[in-house]
């Protein structure tokens, strides 16, 4: 019976170390990871968004990286973004190294083509040739609605949808949705 709990106990931790969502962030006692990236979406002109993304619009997904260490660090710092289906419509990185105690806001563009839904992936890695995670995993929603219209939440689907503003004010009020970015 023990034998079997460690065949399943192997299984799943090969399971987990193989799939990128669940890496562990290189971290060691007195040799803290990187700050938290917290990745924010700005407009072209560096405006944070607080409403939703329009299709065709230029936005900027932005990093905030700091280095902890008394040694320079080299990393890389990889963005993906995926559609509702999970495919992957853009794949970018930046590469460099970090001096001691300092601080780097890397920026990259993307343009939604369509409206939906999709999610944004920021990694912080060693380098290409070796990504062993630095900081873990950080995800954030992007909701692209036409000019003039809001992005809210299905309560009972939990899906979005694009809807003019005097609509979503009414289904919030009824409880039927929940606004996720507003203008």
């Not at 700050?35 to 560096?46: A, K, Q, R, T, V």
């Amino acid at each position: 019976m023990k034998l079997q709990y460690l065949v399943i106990i192997l299984l799943t931790l090969s399971l987990i170390t193989e799939n990128p969502l669940y890496a562990e962030a290189r971290c060691f006692v007195n040799f803290p990871c990187y700050m938290p990236i917290h990745p924010e979406i700005l407009d072209s002109f560096g405006h944070q968004i607080n409403g939703s993304v329009s299709a065709g619009q230029q936005i900027q997904v932005v990093g905030y990286l700091t280095n902890d260490h008394d040694t320079n660090e080299t990393f890389v710092y990889l963005l993906q973004i995926q559609d509702a289906n999970g495919v992957t419509l853009s794949l970018s990185w930046i590469a460099g190294n970090l001096d001691p105690y300092k601080s780097l806001t890397p920026a990259q563009s993307w343009i939604p083509s369509a409206n939906g839904t999709y999610s944004v992936y920021v990694f912080l890695w060693n380098s290409l040739s070796d990504p062993t995670p630095l900081q873990p995993l950080e995800f954030k929603t992007i909701y692209v609605c036409d000019t003039g219209l809001v992005a809210v939440i299905k309560n009972h689907e939990n899906t979005s949808i694009c809807i003019k503003t005097d609509v979503a004010k009414k289904l919030v009020e009824q409880g039927l949705a929940d606004y996720y970015y507003y203008i």
